[in-house]
């Protein structure tokens, strides 16, 4: 069975810091590696998408993939409150277009 | 991306009742999916709706409980039949621009009473 792991938290950190994300994947042959965010009674946002070895950057957000160690990280750097919500990490296999399988998601608290 | 259009946004439905759940996108788009998110779970995906075909279901997911159309590359439904409880959710429409990235509607939040 295909799975998506990560750390449910909640993580804590305070405003200004650098929150790290981590997700790690079971099917080999997993090639689009996505990040998504939730606010709480919402649907989830497409924030950062990582489909080489890496890192990735946009804007606070930097995605870091390691295929090899089935590894795919976000870090959020000068963390604000209004980052505080749900990240799911989400994983596309080869030939699944657009078929993603999620992650359980990590709860982010960014605290004053 | 895509703007997808999602309704009803919520509900509260009886037992034993359906709801069906209608998505619709601003451009043709080829994949289209339906995902559900149960109380403080992740996203799990119940099926892919084809255009022109029967939509193709994920283990746990059958046709008879949650039937889907797609009459073309910009509109799908999604019904759910018979329901209980167990069926309050939120369900999630979802498109495929790119053959890789994916876009979610606003989701449906339904409540069985």
């Known amino acids: 069975q295909k799975e998506v792991e990560q750390n449910s938290g909640p993580l804590s950190v305070p405003e200004g810091a650098i929150a790290s994300l981590n997700c790690t994947y079971s099917d080999r042959g997993s090639q689009s590696f996505f990040w998504y965010r939730q606010y709480s009674g919402k649907s989830p946002e497409l924030i950062m998408s990582?489909?080489?070895?890496g890192d990735k950057e946009d804007g606070r957000f930097t995605a870091q993939l390691n295929k090899a160690s089935q590894y795919v990280s976000l870090l959020i750097r000068d963390s604000q409150p209004s980052d505080s919500a749900t990240y799911l990490c989400?994983?596309?296999?080869?030939?699944?277009?657009?078929?993603?399988?999620f992650g359980t998601g990590t709860r982010l608290q960014v605290t004053l | 991306s895509a703007v997808i259009s999602q309704k009803p946004s919520r509900d509260i439905c009886q037992r034993g009742t359906s709801l069906t759940i209608q998505c619709q996108v601003d451009s043709q788009v080829t994949m289209m999916f339906w995902y559900r998110q149960q109380p403080g779970q992740s996203l799990t995906l119940i099926a892919t709706?084809?255009?022109?075909?029967?939509?193709?279901?994920e283990s746990g997911f059958v046709i008879d409980k949650f039937p889907i159309s797609r009459p073309n590359l910009t509109f799908s439904t999604l019904t759910v039949s018979n329901m209980s409880p167990e069926d309050s959710s939120i369900y999630l429409c979802?498109?495929?621009?790119?053959?890789?990235?994916?876009?979610f509607g606003q989701g449906t939040r339904l409540t069985v009473v």
């Open positions: 709706a084809n255009q022109g075909s029967e939509a193709t279901y």
């Open positions: 989400a994983v596309m296999a080869s030939g699944t277009a657009s078929k993603l399988t």
């Open positions: 979802s498109v495929g621009l790119t053959n890789t990235e994916a876009f």
């Open positions: 990582i489909y080489s070895n």
